[in-house]
């Protein structure tokens, strides 16, 4: 490969990680074009995005955002790049094929490491707990329902205590029909 087109890639994939937030480092080695173009497309329908690289060319596109050279370490085989603006999408992705595919040997892709809320997670021992990460968006419901929570209650003491003293109202006046 020519040293202007490995240039070319290099800003390619730094552009890349520019447009989203969180990434995971995975190896999907072994995989063949069918389970290859299942994790693609099931990939595109989480909005992640999926991008095999030299690591060579990996290492110099994180070097030069700035990234972390703690990831350089997990950047050994057959790596792959999954990109995502949700934190925890790859890893539920990941965890959701791993449990599909429960029993069988060697099972892809694996968690090398990522890059998540500006964080460096190391190792596939990480999955779990990356897969628990709230999204922003679960984060802001969350805040919206606590938020929401006292208010409700208020209203619905106000509307039982309207329905008690209606109920009381009623009854007395009927006993002075009486």
Do not use: W
């Amino acid at each position: 490969m020519k040293k202007e087109d490995k240039g070319l890639i290099i800003e390619q994939l730094q552009a890349t990680l520019g447009e989203y937030s969180h990434f995971y480092l995975t190896n999907i080695e072994g995989l063949n074009a069918e389970q290859t173009s299942n994790l693609r497309r099931q990939c595109f329908k989480n909005d992640i995005k999926l991008i095999v690289a030299k690591n060579t060319l990996l290492k110099k596109a994180l070097e030069k955002k700035g990234i972390d050279a703690q990831l350089f370490d997990a950047l050994k085989g057959n790596t792959a790049l999954m990109l995502s603006n949700t934190g925890n999408a790859p890893a539920k992705l990941i965890k959701e094929i791993l449990k599909k595919e429960k029993g069988k040997q060697d099972v892809k892709p694996q968690l090398k490491a990522a890059y998540v809320e500006e964080t460096v997670y190391m190792g596939a021992e990480n999955l779990e707990l990356l897969s628990a990460i709230k999204s922003k968006n679960e984060l802001i419901a969350d805040v919206i329902a606590l938020l929401q929570s006292p208010a409700k209650n208020v209203i619905s003491a106000l509307q039982s205590a309207g329905t008690t003293i209606h109920g009381v109202l009623t009854t007395l006046s009927e006993k002075e029909e009486a």
